[in-house]
T-cell receptor
Framework: DAKTTQPTSMDCAEGRAANLPCNHS???????VYWYRQIHSQGPQYIIH???NNETNEMASLIITEDRKSSTLILPHATLRDTAVYYC?????????????FGKGTTLSVSS | NAGVTQTPKFRILKIGQSMTLQCAQD?????MYWYRQDPGMGLKLIYY???????DKGEVPNGYNVSRSTTEDFPLRLELAAPSQTSVYFC??????????????FGPGTRLLVL
């Protein structure tokens, strides 16, 4: 897996958008950008992933730069329940059967 | 869909006892995984399976065994439990397509305490 760099922690006010950045400057052409989160004591939760284009689902939006060297996860209206550690992972589809590598991630704290 | 389910949620074992952690998925995924997560640490892969009847070791397989007789179920067996196996165990499943990548979906976890 290509290396990713994320800020250690971020704060966000409830109801505001949370923008979580990730750098992945060594990403290969066939590697996807995945975002997971882990709320304390729970299993990792898949959020979203993309290859080149921006993606949106019911949880979040993923913005990938044109050169694919960085991306931003956007939680449009953060709530207290979004407080978690967020992981940006770069992974190729040919890596099925290998461990998903979670780095240190970004601890997002949402406050009222 | 229930997704990935795990039982039990919590278990206390005495040293030397054995137990089976259950994992099931209803998404018809071919890949299934067992991870463990020690406090404050990342996930480590114990075993994985690419389909019914096929399993392989991950990073930390010692002290564990798995089987995959059906697509849906992937039980993890602990033989002769040791305090070092105190951890939270997560099961995951996925499908893989070149066109969409591989997305792993995780269960809620089993907390195991070995005393």
């Amino acid at each position: 897996d290509a290396k990713t760099t994320q800020p250690t922690s971020m704060d966000c006010a409830e109801g505001r958008a949370a923008n979580l950045p990730c750098n992945h400057s060594t990403i290969s052409g066939n590697e996807y950008v995945y975002w997971y989160r882990q709320i304390h004591s729970q299993g990792p939760q898949y959020i979203i992933h993309g290859l080149k284009n921006n993606e949106t689902n019911e949880m979040a939006s993923l913005i990938i730069t044109e050169d694919r060297k960085s991306s931003t996860l956007i939680l449009p209206h953060a709530t207290l329940r979004d407080t978690a550690v967020y992981y940006c992972i770069v992974r190729g589809s040919n890596q099925a059967g290998t461990a998903l590598i979670f780095g240190k991630g970004t601890t997002l704290s949402v406050s009222s | 869909n229930a997704g990935v389910t795990q039982t039990p949620k919590f278990r206390i074992l005495k040293i030397g006892q054995s137990m089976t952690l259950q994992c099931a998925q209803d998404m018809n995924h071919n890949y299934m995984y067992w991870y463990r997560q020690d406090p404050g640490m990342g996930l480590k892969l114990i075993y994985y399976s690419v389909g019914a009847g096929i399993t392989d070791k991950g990073e930390v397989p010692n002290g564990y065994n798995v089987s995959r007789s059906t697509t849906e179920d992937f039980p993890l067996r602990l033989e002769l439990a040791a305090p070092s196996q105190t951890s939270v165990y997560f099961c995951a499943s996925s499908y893989s397509r070149t066109s969409v990548g591989e997305t792993q979906y995780f269960g809620p976890g089993t907390r195991l305490l070995v005393l």
